[in-house]
């Protein structure tokens, strides 16, 4: 990574911790969950609204560091308004490029496909801080699936 790059996406992930995306509370949800990351205490707990196999909307509050709290907001803008498979390969590829330890397999389409949370590509390299950025991802994750089950039912 060059550190033209570096700067760029330490940007994206201040403008996301500044400016989160879909902060706030849903009225109206299918599922609500509440993760916590017992290493450093970072916490989001995320409402979902699922219709006709389609994330509706999607609403998260949440405390912690600035990874933690960018990339929920970074995958709250990827998902809302995308169907479930959609979201759920996302959040796979998302797995993939944390646990890849900074030597990133995935095809130039899948790092296209994540947008700007590509920019946490780095984190992958603090196996520490990888639970932060995956933190939101795995909160969607279990409201999806506590969702559409609901709906199954």
Not at 46 to 59: F, S
Not at 62 to 79: R, Y
Not at 97 to 118: K, P, T, Y
Not at 137 to 151: I, Q, R
């Amino acid at each position: 990574m060059t550190t033209s790059q570096d700067s760029m996406y330490q940007a994206i992930i201040l403008d996301h911790y500044k400016h989160p995306q879909h902060r706030g509370e849903l009225a109206d949800f299918d599922a609500e969950v509440h993760h916590v990351n017992p290493t450093c205490g970072d916490e989001v707990t995320l409402r979902v609204r699922v219709t006709d196999g389609e994330i509706a909307e999607l609403g998260w509050v949440g405390e912690g560091c600035s990874i933690s709290q960018a990339s929920t907001s970074v995958m709250s803008d990827l998902v809302t308004g995308s169907t479930v498979s959609n979201a759920l390969g996302l959040q796979e590829k998302f797995l993939e490029l944390m646990q890849s330890q900074g030597n990133v397999a995935l095809s130039e389409q899948d790092l296209e496909s994540l947008d700007d949370a590509i920019a946490f590509e780095g984190v992958s390299k603090y196996p520490a801080r990888v639970k932060c950025a995956l933190l939101g991802w795995m909160a969607m994750k279990s409201a999806v699936a506590s969702a559409t089950s609901k709906s199954e039912a």
